[in-house]
């Protein structure tokens, strides 16, 4: 429980408060896949980070969104190890 406890203090909190952000799960999540179903045809269609609606931040704040911005790169960035993976 510990172990667990820290794991979650030190990844990207969203703003819930309950939900952290994993990128790495979307590799896991691949590869068990591939692992499991062998070499089944995959679509994303929604992926997201949890943050407050930007209605409630300024216009000027919005548009530099370095958290969701690094949030797609960070996940972009485990799908294309998946992949890598699969290809190895």
Request: proline letters at 2%; a positive charge.
């Amino acid at each position: 429980m510990k172990l667990r406890y820290l794991f979650l203090t030190i990844m990207l909190q969203a703003s819930c408060g309950w939900l952290y952000v994993y990128p790495q799960g979307i590799y896991e999540a691949m590869i068990y896949v591939k692992k499991k179903y062998k070499n089944p045809i995959i679509y994303i269609t929604e992926n997201g980070l949890g943050e407050e609606s930007i209605l409630k931040n300024r216009f000027t704040e919005a548009r530099v969104d370095e958290k969701r911005t690094n949030y797609h790169i960070d996940h972009l960035r485990c799908l294309r190890e998946a992949i890598e993976y699969v290809l190895e």
